[in-house]
């Protein structure tokens, strides 16, 4: 990988940061076109300053320089001209100094390299400064005339000279192990449109020396992978001390211990942020049944709680999933989670943009919050509350799409695949980081869930829609009750194509894949975010109305700022591409959550949607039987 790779098109990173991309290539043309500029002013100053030839009265024609006139008969055109250049040659270096820093931030080059280029970027301006003025004096030693320029600008020049070196170590060091997260009031620097920054230097500030604290637990916390009646993942955040943990299931007289699965780490985590993670998978569980969980280090309890396995098929117990999607650390999304209790749900599914840390590890701190506030809730309920998760931007790099080049890997996550398994090994193991994949199954009673990835690891084509094929034409999922969740929605409220944001290519692939497969099998419900305002389709079919088809929910405003939509964005007027699907747009304030329940006894599906404090928005009732499904609507 060359360094104009890397400025330019990022190719061989880890992981998405097309945003650092979009911004380097920004300040590159800036940069080029001050260049150019800077030139042509030069030639200007230069033609200014020309020598020029007098002809005095009984003598030979002789060649005056220009600076051999008196002071005050130089150009007035040339010092400002010439002034104007100066300034903006510095406005080439600073640029370029930043993108250095934001590629420090996005640690994409190590902040002692960048601390060095940001040197020999201000070296190199003061050296071509000194060269500028160097014109003042006849001398055409290059010697002599640098000597004489740093006599005569000898205090610009050391205040010059002690700003590069404080930059050069300032800088670097003040933004080291950067984070930009987003929709996170509670640490960072407010930049713009709720973004927040933070590094190494200001966490020391408002965080903890340990955020998991040597000999604690500091996140317990449920996924689940496909056979969630009989199986669950226990997943735990430890302080650095602890090696190694066991767990113990115990219901009535029977217990099933397992040793956990530790799982990496990233090292390049600030000291304060280092835990050991584990995983601990259990299988063999009786359905719809209260387990009480032990974790243990070298043979002491460190934390004992509660999980309750989900109902199975056919089963008369019922099944709660509180769902949304793009929650926030901020008012609105907390009051939502407050709501956990009076839900009362069996699972809790958020369809991407979890945490906002956008796929940078430093953002570490993004997920404990999330955990934190959650975990409150949980140990209010009285047991955990599994999790099941769809991969969003902000999950694993910030652009919207990362354009299938991210790489998983234990030392530089995203995290959001350390953290959350949901997917087991053919042989009953915990997955390696490197092998999880952003698509997945969950069979809940006679639901079953599909997790997808609307383009950031896989596209729409080819794996994914051939794994869902096979699991489509599998027949013991045929009668289950089908529903997909995912983050980039098909049939968006407000959409615009001039942002970076959005990809209209991406869009026609999921309706050109995806729709054709949720039509044919029927596909009950479609959950939908990014968008971050309300909404819900009539029952569509080939993207039209149908009794029998599926209804989109969404998009994606589980607590955090509504996007404000301009009317040549919004899709649902007259004369727009979707203006007669929506049955319900909410465009302002449009906070919400929805509850799914589905009915062990008389097989009826309902949906709930809910303003943050738990006002009723609208309902949804569904009769399933093997033969027809009809829609009844109540508003």
Same mark, same amino acid.
């Given at each position: ?5 890397? /400025? ?12 650092? =991309? ?9 940069? =080029? ?7 042509? @002013? ?17 003598? $030979? ?36 100094? &930043?993108?250095?820093?934001?590629? +420090? ?55 010059? /000279? ?8 300032? /800088? ?6 950067? !984070? @930009? ?35 604690? @637990? ?41 040793? !956990? ?19 601990? *998978?259990?299988?063999?569980?009786? %359905? ?7 974790? $243990? ?17 056919? %089963? ?19 009051? $939502? ?25 430093? !953002?570490?701190? %993004? ?16 047991? *955990? ?58 069979? =809940?009673?006679?639901?079953? #869930?599909?997790? &997808? ?17 096979? $699991? #489509? ?5 045929? +009668? ?13 409220? !407000?959409?615009?194509?001039? %942002? ?39 029952? /569509? ?95």
């Amino acid at each position: 990988m060359t360094f104009f790779d890397l /400025l330019w098109d990022g190719k061989g990173m880890t992981y998405d940061h097309s945003f650092a =991309m979009e911004v380097a290539k920004v300040v590159v043309l800036v940069s =080029m076109g001050i260049f150019v500029v800077n030139v042509i @002013l030069s030639v200007i100053v230069y033609f200014l300053l020309k020598p020029k030839k007098q002809k005095l009265v009984g003598q $030979i024609n002789i060649t005056d320089s220009f600076f051999e006139v008196k002071k005050e008969q130089k150009p007035m055109s040339a010092i400002i001209v010439e002034s104007i250049n100066i300034v903006l040659f510095w406005f080439i270096i600073g640029p370029l100094a &930043l993108a250095l820093v934001s590629y +420090s931030v996005f640690n994409l080059i190590p902040s002692w390299v960048c601390g060095l280029l940001i040197f020999l970027l201000g070296m190199f301006g003061i050296l071509v400064q000194i060269w500028r003025h160097s014109q003042f004096w006849k001398s055409k030693s290059f010697k002599k005339r640098y000597t004489s320029a740093a006599l005569y600008f000898k205090y610009l020049l050391a205040f010059e /000279l002690t700003t590069v070196v404080f930059f050069s170590i300032f /800088l670097p060091l003040a933004f080291q192990k950067g !984070c @930009l997260c987003v929709y996170n009031k509670a640490y960072g620097v407010d930049t713009f449109l709720d973004l927040q920054f933070s590094s190494k230097w200001t966490r020391s500030n408002w965080l903890p020396d340990e955020v998991c604290p040597k000999g604690t @637990l500091c996140h317990i916390y449920a996924t689940l992978p496909e056979e969630t009646s009989s199986e669950v993942f226990i997943n735990v955040h430890s302080g650095t001390d602890i090696k190694e943990l066991d767990a113990q299931f115990r219901f009535q007289d029977s217990k099933i211990n397992i040793k !956990c699965d530790k799982i990496p780490f990233p090292s390049s985590v600030e000291e304060r942020g280092q835990r050991n993670v584990f995983t601990c *998978l259990f299988t063999g569980l009786k %359905s719809y049944t209260l387990y009480d969980v032990d974790l $243990i280090y070298k043979e002491k309890v460190l934390n004992s709680t509660k999980y309750r396995t989900i109902a199975e098929q056919y %089963s008369d117990d019922d099944v709660v999933i509180l769902f949304g999607g793009d929650w926030g650390y901020q008012k609105k999304g907390l009051m $939502i989670v407050d709501q956990i209790t009076k839900v009362n749900p069996d699972a809790i599914l958020i369809g991407g943009d979890i945490a906002y840390d956008n796929g940078n590890v430093h !953002c570490y701190y %993004s997920f404990d919050l999330l955990l934190s506030v959650f975990e409150s809730q949980f140990a209010k309920v009285g047991r *955990l509350i599994p999790f099941i998760f769809s991969v969003g931007n902000h999950d694993v790099g910030f652009n919207d799409y990362a354009k299938y080049n991210i790489t998983v890997s234990d030392e530089r996550g995203p995290l959001y695949f350390t953290y959350f398994p949901q997917r087991k090994s053919t042989n009953n193991t915990v997955l390696p980081i490197k092998h999880r994949v952003t698509f997945n199954i969950q069979k =809940m009673q006679n639901l079953l #869930l599909f997790g &997808l990835d609307s383009g950031y690891l896989y596209p729409h084509y080819g794996t994914q829609s051939n794994w869902m094929i096979s $699991i #489509l034409q599998n027949e013991a999922y045929a +009668s289950l009750n089908k529903f997909a969740h995912y983050h980039v929605p098909i049939y968006p409220t !407000c959409y615009n194509n001039n %942002s970076f944001m959005n990809s209209w290519d991406n869009l026609l692939q999921a309706r050109a894949v995806w729709v054709p497969l949720f039509d044919t099998y029927e596909f009950v419900g479609a959950f939908e975010n990014h968008v971050h305002q309300y909404k819900r389709t009539y029952p /569509l079919k080939a993207n039209k109305k149908s009794d029998k088809g599926t209804v989109y929910f969404g998009d994606g405003s589980m607590g955090i700022r509504t996007v404000n939509c301009e009317d040549e964005s919004k899709t649902y007027l007259p004369g727009r591409p979707f203006d007669d699907i929506f049955e319900t747009v909410i465009t302002n304030n449009s906070d919400h959550f929805w509850v799914l329940r589905s009915y062990g006894k008389n097989q009826t599906i309902d949906f709930n949607a809910f303003q943050p404090d738990y006002t009723f928005i609208q309902n949804s009732t569904y009769v399933v039987n093997a033969r027809e499904r009809k829609v009844k609507i109540d508003l």
